[in-house]
């Protein structure tokens, strides 16, 4: 997603025309509605509970099918932050729900979908409440920025996939859409750069390396200039953190399955 600072904030403010009976009409500056946090509208209670349900799960599931090693947890923030990772497979998500800390709870920028309710992803995602949807067929950018609002707003963590879309090279990082760093300036919080490793192709007992980069601060205003810097060290420190690791080895039929199943490849399949 790319992100015009000027814009957004064009489009942020308004007025609407309100007319009074027997008065003329007058232009009155009305402040956006604030959207719920993402997921479905349910009871806090219910929906902490959805969360812890789906963090476990993930964690479970994880577990039991990768080897995982996390490198650089100490370096994540205590407070809040972005948290830009390397995108390689439709599991990236939950594979991160597994390993990160439970507090500042976990949300996912994206999928880029007109509507959350189709698909076996998207609906786990939304049942648990940790997916900020951003629908570009309808022109959903003020909503999504609002919506990335509410979750700093209750102390949460965002994440985004930088890349923007899946691919198979595991020591190479695409070139990053600008919203990691937008939202990141906006907010006044760090982006956190996060590698993973080993979920191009996967089987049971695959090692799957999460490293986890130094923070990169912020300051200022999120102008053209600032994201754009902000977003070029972001990339730069991805691939560092990328840059050392093997190409895996291609799996059997099972295995190729399973990486595939959720996969949405630019190109329609998987590039040879």
Known sequence: MSVGAGETLRRWS??????????????????????????APVHPIRRTLRYGLGRLVATAVAHS???????????????????????????????????????????????????????????????????VPYRPGK????????????????????????????HSREDEILP??????????????PIVPVALNGLTWYTIGRRVRIRIGEPLPVSGRPTR??????????????????ADFPKPRRPGRFGRWLTEVFNEWPEGRRPE
């Open 14 to 39: 308004g007025a609407i025309m309100r007319r009074t009976p027997g008065k003329p009409s007058e232009a009155v500056m009305t402040a956006p509605a604030r959207p719920a946090l993402p997921g």
């Open 65 to 131: 099918i990768f080897r995982i090693r996390v490198e650089g947890r100490e370096r994540l923030p205590a407070g809040q932050y972005v948290l830009c990772f390397s995108h390689r497979n439709w599991v990236d998500p939950f594979v991160l729900m597994a390993v990160m800390p439970w507090r500042p709870r976990l949300y996912f920028f994206g999928p880029k979908e007109e509507d959350m309710s189709t698909g076996g992803r998207n609906r786990l995602m939304s049942w648990i409440g940790t997916a």
């Open 139 to 166: 022109n959903d950018l003020l909503d999504a920025t609002r919506r990335v609002q509410t979750v700093f707003a209750a102390g949460g963590v965002l994440a985004i996939a930088g890349e923007g879309t899946i």
């Open 176 to 189: 990053l859409n600008e919203g990691a760093a937008y939202f990141a300036i906006r907010a006044g919080v």
């Open 225 to 242: 200039e600032a994201v754009e810097a902000l977003t070029a060290a972001a990339r730069s420190a991805l691939q560092e953190l990328v």
